[in-house]
């Protein structure tokens, strides 16, 4: 009888609802599609095999955003809870200064989670940001959604009442970004995502046990990873806080598989180097190493120099002075020895608690774009020159090119005196042709007794831009003494 009941009432509601998905969703009344092929177990191997998506290649540069929480206060770093706190061991060096800070300024009791409310984001224009971004040169763009604090800068459903929606700003800060980069050409979405919360209890207890037991991940982080790929589809996904525990503790390789077998990004995601210990520099897609990672040498794995401007602090810090930042000669610097290593650069600020971005970094950013907009050829989906990267005449001329070594640019990061440059790692064929970007007049090469190339350049008020100089050479000979 029971056998009959259940006959009906499946019969009756199948045509009402549809048949179900494996994961229980009602979902239309075709019949459910067959059992998916069978996903390999993770492996490092088989998860390091997969080619990296060439669009991260060509794109060279990257804007990274640090912004929560932490913009509040405002003062040495965004890890300024934990330092607060004194919770490391031996504790920060900012340790005393943020005591007497918070003693100074704050009743007692005030709590990290009271800044919260105090994050208002209230001049927050995600689209005026897009502008900036998009007129910085820059081809990619990556938000923390979620920094060691753990707040979230979306309203995810395992961060209750710790988030962007239920606290402070009362918006989807991701979720706005995402939308208003979308909006423009040629620039992607990616997220950043801190592994662990320092002060999570869920955390804490998995690292009392000595990550015997995995309660933060599986109710909280990997579930997170997979909303916040599901909801805003980010090309780039930036895992960080992975050191304490092992991969086996965070899941990684479980994710990573489900990221490039599964997911909505699967074909165009790419991912760093931070998934546990011993992960840096070693698994992932391209490899971060350490903050601020710039070896000055061609490397064999794609790699990327996430670094800042502020040369101190990834997040805002209102006491930082002019000295504190890069100049834009050396942020051009930093970006040329980094790509013509074979890396990207990732290019850091930190907005302040009500969503602007201090005057710095926006003039930092234009005067990357003004350079582009001349030297942009050199930059953009170049390739290391791989007889030379930097001369080994003239330390101040960095090398790419394009075309499999048909086109040379040659970047020269300090104009020679006598307007005459010597190179030892370029040379020319009967058909090369000279040019200075920015200019359309050639330039006159001829070779030394010592067998160097000099190059004789334009009178320098002639040329448009500052900073650094681009020399292109066609059809280039291969250099004879490396």
């Known amino acids: 009888m029971l056998i009959f009941i259940f006959l009906v009432l499946f019969n009756f509601c199948t045509p009402l609802y549809g048949s179900l998905d494996r994961y229980g969703s009602i979902l239309s009344k075709d019949p459910p599609p067959p059992p998916p092929s069978p996903i390999p177990s993770p492996d490092w191997n088989y998860i390091d095999s997969r080619p990296l998506p060439s669009w991260y290649d060509k794109a060279k540069i990257g804007i990274f955003i640090h912004w929560g929480v932490f913009s509040v206060p405002s003062y040495t770093s965004e890890w300024f809870w934990i330092n607060w706190k004194g919770a490391q061991s031996p504790p920060s060096k900012n340790h005393r200064k943020i005591e007497k800070f918070m003693k100074k300024n704050f009743k007692p009791g005030f709590s990290y989670q009271d800044f919260a409310k105090d994050f208002t984001a209230e001049f927050y224009d995600p689209h005026r940001w897009a502008d900036l971004f998009e007129k910085s040169g820059a081809k990619y763009v990556v938000l923390t959604s979620k920094h060691h604090e753990g707040y979230t800068m979306w309203p995810s459903n395992y961060s209750f009442s710790w988030n962007s929606m239920d606290v402070g700003p009362h918006r989807d800060i991701v979720g706005e970004l995402r939308d208003a980069i979308a909006s423009k050409k040629g620039i992607r979405f990616g997220l950043y995502h801190s592994l662990f919360e320092w002060f999570n209890p869920l955390y804490l207890s998995d690292k009392q046990n000595n990550f015997s037991t995995q309660n933060f991940v599986n109710n909280k982080i990997l579930p997170e990873m997979k909303e916040l790929v599901l909801k805003y589809r980010p090309e780039i996904f930036w895992s960080d806080g992975e050191w304490e525990a092992p991969t086996k ?147 101040d001329a960095w090398y790419t090119t394009k075309d499999n070594g048909a086109i040379l640019y040659v970047i020269l990061l300090n104009w020679p005196e006598n307007n005459t440059v010597y190179l030892e790692c370029a040379d020319i064929t009967d058909s090369s042709q000279l040019t200075m970007l920015g200019l359309d007049e050639k330039l006159v090469a001829s070779k030394t007794d010592k067998n160097l190339l000099k190059i004789a350049l334009p009178d320098k008020a002639k040329v448009k831009n500052d900073w650094a100089w681009t020399i292109k050479i066609t059809n280039p000979k291969m250099p004879q003494v490396l």
């Open 249 to 395: 503790y965070w899941r990684s390789k479980e994710f990573l598989l489900w990221l490039y077998e599964e997911s909505p990004v699967r074909e165009t995601v790419v991912v760093n180097d931070r998934w546990g210990q011993n992960t840096l520099c070693k698994h992932g897609g391209y490899y971060t190493c350490v903050d601020r990672y710039n070896p000055g040498t061609l490397q064999n794995h794609k790699w990327e120099n996430a670094m800042t401007l502020d040369r101190n602090t990834w997040g805002f810090d209102r006491t930082s002075t002019l000295k504190d930042y890069l100049s834009i000669h050396e942020l051009i610097q930093t970006m040329v020895e980094t790509i013509t290593c074979g890396g990207n650069i990732l290019i850091n600020i930190g907005p302040a608690k009500d969503g602007t971005i201090s005057p710095i970094f926006e003039e930092r950013l234009l005067q990357l774009g003004e350079w582009l907009n001349i030297n942009g050829e050199a930059i953009y989906e170049s390739q290391p020159w791989k007889f030379c990267q930097q001369d080994n005449k003239t330390s």
